[in-house]
Each structure stands twice: as structure tokens, then as C-alpha cells.
């Protein structure tokens, strides 16, 4: 237990395969005596499993680990359950969630009054026990206990456990916000809002209308749909984001409403909240200043940390997943389509080489092989378009401004206005299109004698040509120069 109650999470990811069940727990949690009978009971029990395993004695096996695991909660756990409430918990437990559900593989996790139970998903490379070293070390000032249990699960066990954590899953989102808001005090969130007024002015707010910002960011644009009056609800993937606009936006009391999700299920997740239709809908596509400028979030190859780049940190796939997973043909699709780099098969190749020697776990790592491939030319780093692409990638991007397209319109009420920023020409092709589609009157075919009406035919162009930044803009925020803002109106 802690402040919050009883920290448990689960993620979305489901058990396949074996999986493991972590237990670690603090310094001086058990006594002596418990941890000296539970190593010797612990030793022969495994010296007779692994003799019925030679000798292929599958009835004995079977027995021998029914006795393993009531050994283990005898002498470990059930103390450990009992033990008295320490300083992990109390002090340090949000910090160690937060970490935890950023992890590649953590399918979900408890958190016990000294001690720490974590349900791991069996990678191909994984070694359970050294991810258990590597977490011990996340959390300052903590002091763990040498002994630890490890302990394969059949994914039927898997599963049966994940349920469990989902009954009771209360690391709610406030919990990963609250570490965030800490986070806040020592770095704040800086980011500059791009075409603010253009945008925001866009959707007509004002008292009386509703708004979405499906990316909420740290408040920029729902700040001045705030001021003008709007009441607000603002989606975002990134606790570290919803924590930042919480505290910038905290004066507007309930006329703001941060919700955390993907806002590919926009919908999905407004109509949960009572909310069928609204005034106006925004979506400043892409990352955020702070994300790029945090090492540990693995976006920049400028900075060494983690290759990591999920906007959501609960997310299943990080970079480092995809770059030490996947196959050449797909590394190489995925540098092609979403970087465009033409170097992409020489940099896939050389990928999947050095990764047969070491996983390839941080930015600059990986950084550096690229430049190995790409010599330097001008100004840009030679990884500038294979980050972008594996970014594109971790987050899905694309494939979620695709399903915000497709349902953003439905949310609106008639008059209702849709407004998307963008940054590179992927996301703008995909917005002029799908806002071509649905403003046409009429489709025209060169086999069709005469047009035909649109059965996508919902919305007008608000302005025939995207809006950019001016030139007061761009000299005072230079990332401001590849925005396009695009805007319909829902008829
Ligand atoms: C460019 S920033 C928005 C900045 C914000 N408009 C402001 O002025 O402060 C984009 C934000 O959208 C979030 N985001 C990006 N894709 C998302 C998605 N599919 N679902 C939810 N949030 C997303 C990111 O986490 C990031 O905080």
C-alpha cells in the first residue's frame, strides 16, 4: 500500500508464450531466517527438477515445481505480505511505476508493501534477471535485497495473473501523472505552440461551445480556447504532458477535461465520458518539444538515452524493440516509407550486422551506425531521417491520424470545425486527401458519362489553402516552418 492504496497495472499487451513473475523486495524486508531456509529448501528443490527433467520424469516435474511454488509463497511471499509497511512504498513506489510501465515487455505489475511483483512477457534475448538488476538500479536511494524470485509461467498462469492485475488495477493514470508532475519540478515543460491564434481561431470558440484538442501538449492551444471561453476536453498519449497542462491550465477549474488515451479512439473515448457531439476538433499532429528534449524518452540522437521514442510509455513496442526485432525487408520498409531515406537497405543491413553482435539499446548506438553508412553531408545528421521514420513507426502516426480522420467528423455537430497541424509531407498528403474527399460535391471518372454525386460528401474547405506560419512566427520559432494548418467545416 502507498498514498494511492495498492499499486497494481496492467498494460493492453496480452500474454503469448512464457512468461515470467518477478519478485523483488527491499533490504531487510525478511528475516534472516526465512531467507536462509527458503535458499536451502530452494536448492535441492531445484537439484531434484532438473534430475527428474534428465531423466524425463514429467509426473515427478510436474510435482516437484507444485512444491517450488508453495515454498516460494510459504517462506517468501507470505512474509512478504505481512511485512510491515517500508519506505519503498511510501516514498518511492510512483517512481518505480512510472519506470515500470515504460518498460519494453512488462505486461503489468504490483506493488506490495516492501516488495515489488512484476509479470514479464519472454522476449527472444530476454533474460528476466538481469531486466530485474537493471529495474533495481532505476530507483535512487532504494535498496533491494540480493535474493529475488524468478519464476517461468505457463501462459495460461500468464493470463490468469494479468486478470488479476486488471481486476485491480489502480496505478490510474494519476499515479504515472503524479511522477510526471514531480518531473515538472526540476525540468520544466517548454514547449511553443505552433500557428496558436491561426488554429485556435479556426474553431470559433467561444462560451457555450464544446472543444476537443486531441493533443493536448502542455496547453498552448486549449489555453486560448479556454480564454475565449470554451469548455475543453484535451486528449493526450504522454503523462508528462497531461501533467504539464493540468498544472498551466489548473485556473480553468472543470471547464477543462484532460483525458488519457490515443486520440485514434477520440470517439470512443469522449462518448465513455457522456460527451455524443461537439463544436470544434483539433489536432496539432506529432511530438512536443520536451519529448525530443528528454533523453530518457530516446527521441533525439543528439542526446544519449534509452532508444525508446514511445509518446505513450505504457505502449508495447519501443524502438529498441523494433530495431533489435524486426526483419531487415521490414527495418528497411520502414526507413524507406516513413523516412524516405534512400540509404534505407544499406542502413537495414547494417542494422541487423551489429545487432548480431550486441542489442542495439541507445539513441547514440545507434546514431553512430548509421553515420557508419551515411557519411555526414550539410547540416543534417545522417540518423535525422531514420529517427523520424522509427518514430513515425513506434507510434503508429500515421495509422492514427488515419483513424482520427475517419472519425473525427462524426463527433462534430453540423457547422462544426476540424482542424489538423501538420509537420512533414506523409501527415499533410494524408489530411488533403482525406479532406478532398469529403468536401467534393461530386466524384467525376473518365468511364462515367456524366459525374456522380459523393457519398463521402460531409464538409467545406474553411480555407482553400493550407495556412503557414508568418514571418513574425518563423523567425521567433524556426520549428514552425514546415506547419500546415488545414480546416473543414462539418456541414
Ligand atoms: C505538438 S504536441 C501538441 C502541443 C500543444 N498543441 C501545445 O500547444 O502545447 C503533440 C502532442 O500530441 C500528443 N500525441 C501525439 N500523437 C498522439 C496520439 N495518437 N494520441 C494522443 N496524443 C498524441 C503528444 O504526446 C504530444 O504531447
Redesign the pocket.
Known sequence: MNEHGPVVYAGPQEPTGICYRLVMWEAGALPESSLAEWQSARKDLLAAMRDAGIKGARGKLAGLEKELRELNCRVIEGPLATCPRRALTCTRANALAAFLAREAGVLGFRLGACSVEVLLQAGEDCDPQAKQESWKQSVEGMEWSAESLCEALMPADAVRLLAEYRAADTLHESAVEDEAAAALESTPFR????L?HEAVDALLPAEGRVLV???????????LMLQAGAEVWG????P??RAA?KRRLAAYGDKLHVVA????NAVALLQERGVQAVDGL???????SP?VDCAERGFSFLNEGPLDMR??PAAERSAADIVNTAAESELADILWQYGEERASRAIARRIVQERSKAPITTTTQLADIIATVLPRKGKQHPATRSFQALRIAV???LG??ED?LHTGLSLLRSGGRFAV?T?HSLEDRAVKRFFEQVTRPEIDRPEWPAPRPNPDYAAKLVFRKPITASEAELSANPRSRSAKLRVIEKL
Open positions: 514547449h511553443v505552440t505552433v496558436a484538442d486531441a493533443t493536448l501538449g502542455g496547453g498552448g492551444h486549449s489555453e486528449i493526450d498519449q504522454d508528462a504532458a497542462a488515451g490515443n486520440f485514434r483539433l489536432a496539432d499532429i506529432g511530438i512536443s519529448q509518446m505513450n507510434n503508429d502516426e492514427a491520424l482520427l497541424i509537420f
